[in-house]
């Protein structure tokens, strides 16, 4: 298969890193080819413009970055996510490519009249896989924060396209876990992504 991954963190020594790496090796062993869209190293505009909300009525796409993107995104069987929660959400750069590049037209059409009902366009991705980080404990993030990423980002973006194989990993409380709970993660997922 060919995998694209949507990588967001601008801290080479990062958990989220780590976890890369080791979701590479899985795919590797897996032999599937993988096609990393690193946000940070690429200096990806996160920003919509005048320009970009015209293009996103037109259902046309004009940045040269977008464009590009779009096409990988034509290539992928499946999609894997990683960042880590800031503020209970993802950062920046995630959060603009949803914006700029999960684009009418490419990602999604509507089929009705007043905009609401939508159909995916990019039918060759089967799953979608999303691996955060962040140090709040995961039943507060649920109970107090309203499990934003799964409202927002699961359901609000990738069950409205209409992809039935979603999975959200959540690693919680990275920063007070032990150096070897973070090892046992990390092995664990290269395991996983090795059998996909």
Known sequence: MNIVILFNHPYDGSFCNAILESVQKGLI??????????????????VMSAQD?????????????????QDRLKKADQLIFIFPIW??????????????????????????????????????IKAVTVITTMNTPGFIYRLVFGNAIQKALMRGTFWKLGYKNRKWISFNKVKSVSQNTREKW???????FAKI
């Open 53 to 69: 909300l015209k293009a996103f009525r037109d259902k046309k796409p004009v940045d040269p970055q977008v464009l590009s993107y």
């Open 87 to 124: 503020w209970e959400l993802m950062p920046a750069l995630m959060k603009g490519f949803i914006d700029r590049v999960i684009f009418p037209g490419l990602a999604y059409d509507y089929t009705n009249q007043s905009n609401t009902l939508m159909k995916p366009l990019l039918t060759n």
């Open 186 to 192: 990390l092995q664990n997922l290269e395991t996983k």
């Open 29 to 46: 062993k897996g032999g599937h080819s993988i096609d990393l869209i690193h946000l940070d190293k690429e200096k990806f505009n996160p």
